[in-house]
């Protein structure tokens, strides 16, 4: 997952910040926010992604965790055992809601989503297991 960490240098150096942390979480909203409305629809996925790589990035030096692709080949975060987090949704959201979904606020949750943790994902459904009488 190299290209992911390339793509997230090459967004901190161009926009001038200095560590993968809390506060360039917050400058990311601020220029989502100042930049969305000019941002053409051709360019929207590759400045998502690139963004998205960032956003990783900083949740990974933060709190921990590493690169992987879901079941679906998607590229996300993965937090523990049950923590998989798909930064670039994030980004994607902001971008179509505003700061009303702010990756900021989302970066700042993360704490309590660490302490409480989804449950793991079943793979199987439970089904009951018939009773067998034997007779007597």
Sequence with gaps: MRHLQEAAEAVRQNLNLTQFDEAAVRQLAEFIENERPNVPADN????????????GECIIRSFGGWWRTDTRGTAGVQIG???????????????????AESVAEFFVSL????????PPRRTWIPVPVPVVRRPM
């Excluded at 998989?84 to 902001?94: A, G, N, S, Y």
């Excluded at 704490?111 to 989804?118: F, H, I, K, S, V």
Aim: charge should be positive; hydrophobic fraction near 45%; include cysteine.
């Design 81 to 99: 055992q049950n923590l998989f987090l798909h930064p670039h949704f994030f980004i994607e959201q902001q971008f179509k809601r505003g700061i």
């Design 44 to 55: 929207r996925a590759a400045v998502v992604n690139a963004l998205g790589c960032f956003l």
């Design 111 to 118: 704490p309590t989503r660490l302490l409480n943790p989804p």
